[in-house]
């Protein structure tokens, strides 16, 4: 009633509740009087509409007197009946909850917690879990707790709240699989930190919190010094079983392998991944495709995600940003696209956007401060030098300055707040030339060249640095990688890649970078390799499904249904995985 009641309705009765006129009810809350409508508390609060129409109430009776709240909160419960709005900040918002839940004033209650989901931080996250567990505030709940799983380091390292967790509290959310961890023994040193915050009242936990960590996940030389050798374990009977289970397990791993089977062993079942790596189209059997596949890291395993409604492309861009994936235009063997189309990656749902200025085939797409950029690219006609940006909060595509080159088959990142984009083919040749935007100015100013011509190339940041890693020079396809660093201007050679390809799909994930599939100078490939930056080494990665080139991929992080995207952790696996997929 009150949410549909008129602002002027409202104004009115609110005007009349501050004068105390026409008033029916008298609220007395520590002595302090407030004056109201009954039909306008009523209308915004269960406990009013029960307190008001009791058979304790009688129409002579005017005054009631209320426990349990401060007259400051119930001032602004009323404030709130008339109003539907009232001043929620951070010293507040924790008792106004409180006192909306007592007298079941819904609108305020979701209102406080959208407010807390806002100031979701690592000090403060388990306390807002607690509170919204406590008044039942089931999504805040959802929310806050998955926010501390999706945190899980810092939150142990830097929260006094964490510190203050019960054994089942610290239990429930060690031993769930999105738990958001690359490596166990964060879990383990964790566990060791809240022991040794109540050493004397804690210590007996170890054996009930040490089965939740996935022991045989560990590196063997951190398991055998950090765990089996620690003065806890060693000193807890009830330790050694599990001790001896996680060396059984680990050396079956060593001697056979990571397998689907694994996942049914507490033990060894990867946790979920943060974030997925998803890639989309592509060219594959002399056709474009609309393949989807995520790859799920913990795992290293591929899922096909496929949507039947997406419509076969290659050689387009993909985005990703606020919570929805961009497809930017592209080619399907007839026509040349200008148009562009969102997935919903938790609806699962594809929906039409505005189309660009532009057909661009080959384009090069990225994010940058709420905006997509789509720049170069080839109309069947016009290798362009045009550029432009989507804001989806209008739905609209704009012009930006254009580059210094024509540019199809090149590929773009961003890094400090500007946009790179590197290579390409202008119609005559390949290109060495790079160049950057700035969006405070919208000026594209080149940078020094890179060392190989390379068009068909894969352009990332990583760090503070801008990776130029493969590609074609018209005459080879390449392994080689080249570095930018910004700061002095100047390109760099590191390790080449096992594999030469151009046409890859490329990103960061987990703090390496990936290159996916792709072109080799002879046929389309399912390979996949990433480079770990620390070692200065490229590692195999598990294939795809497939062989396709032409495709392209983005990171989607800390999706609710990251489920969906990854091999089931499930101890009953679906039948299609019941063999040993390993190889």
């Known amino acids: 009633m009150a949410s549909t009641m008129s602002a002027k309705t409202r104004s009115v009765y609110y005007e009349l509740m501050l004068e105390g006129q026409v008033c029916d009810v008298m609220i007395i809350v520590n002595g302090t009087a407030f004056n109201a409508h009954k039909i306008i508390l009523c209308g915004c609060s269960e406990y009013f509409r029960v307190l008001f129409s009791s058979d304790d109430w009688n129409t002579e009776r005017r005054e009631v007197n209320i426990p349990g709240v401060s007259p400051e909160m119930m001032k602004l419960i009323i404030q709130y009946a008339y109003t539907l709005t009232v001043p929620i900040c951070p010293n507040n918002v924790q008792e106004l909850l409180v006192a909306a839940d007592q007298f079941a004033v819904l609108g305020l209650l979701r209102t406080c917690c959208n407010f ?122 009830e330790c050694k079983p599990i001790v001896i289970d996680a060396l059984t397990v680990m050396y079956d791993l060593n001697i056979n392998g990571q397998s689907i089977s694994n996942f049914r062993n507490p033990m060894t079942r990867p946790r979920l991944p943060y974030a997925i790596l998803l890639t989309i189209g592509g060219w594959s059997r002399n056709s474009p495709t609309n393949s989807m596949e995520a790859y799920d890291s913990r795992a290293n395993r591929w899922v096909d995600v496929t949507m039947p409604e997406e419509y076969p492309r290659a050689y387009h861009g993909v985005a990703y940003l606020k919570g929805w994936v961009y497809c930017v235009g592209g080619f399907d063997s007839m026509d040349y696209f200008s148009s562009v189309r969102k997935f919903n990656p938790v609806a699962r749902t594809w929906h039409e956007v505005a189309p660009m200025h532009s057909q661009r085939c080959y384009v090069s797409v990225v994010v940058l401060d709420g905006f997509i950029y789509a720049m170069g690219g080839f109309d069947s006609n016009v290798r362009h030098n045009t550029a432009e940006r989507y804001e989806p909060e209008t739905n609209q595509w704009t012009l930006i300055a254009p580059m210094n080159e024509q540019r199809s088959d090149a590929s773009a990142t961003t890094l400090h707040g500007k946009v790179y984009i590197c290579g390409g083919f202008n119609g005559n040749e390949c290109l060495r030339t790079s160049e950057t935007y700035s969006p405070e100015t919208n000026q594209w100013t080149a940078i020094a060249p890179m060392s190989s011509r390379r068009t068909a190339v894969g352009v990332i940041a990583f ?120 190889s």
């Open 463 to 582: 760090e503070d640095y801008v990776y130029a890693v493969g590609g074609f020079d018209g005459t080879n396809r390449l392994r080689t990688v080249e570095v930018y660093n910004p700061l002095t201007n100047s390109w760099h050679l590191i390790p080449s890649m096992c594999s030469a390809r151009s046409n890859f799909g490329i990103e960061v994930v987990e703090d390496c970078l990936f290159v996916v599939g792709g072109f080799n100078g002879i046929t389309t490939t399912a390979s996949v390799e990433c480079y770990d930056k620390e070692a200065n080494e490229w590692y195999d990665a598990c294939d795809m499904s497939f062989s396709r080139s032409a495709l392209s991929c983005c990171v989607l992080p800390g999706l609710p249904n990251v489920a969906d995207y990854t091999i089931p952790r499930d101890a009953l696996l679906p039948d299609s995985l019941q063999e040993d997929t390993s």
């Open 116 to 237: 807390l989901e806002a100031q979701l931080c690592i000090e403060n996250c388990i306390g807002i879990s607690q509170i919204a567990e406590l008044h039942f505030c089931t999504e805040l709940h959802r929310v806050a707790h998955l926010y501390i799983r999706h945190n899980f380091e810092p939150v142990a390292k830097a929260s006094e709240e964490f510190l203050a967790l019960s054994l089942d509290q610290l239990t429930n959310i060690i031993e769930k699989d999105d738990l958001n961890v690359n490596q166990e023994d964060v879990v383990f040193e964790a566990i060791l930190h809240w022991i040794d915050h109540a050493p004397s009242e804690r210590r007996g936990h170890i054996s009930v919190l040490l089965p939740k960590v996935r022991l045989a996940l560990m590196e063997p030389e951190y398991f055998m010094t950090k765990v089996k050798n620690n003065e806890l374990v060693k000193q807890t009977d």
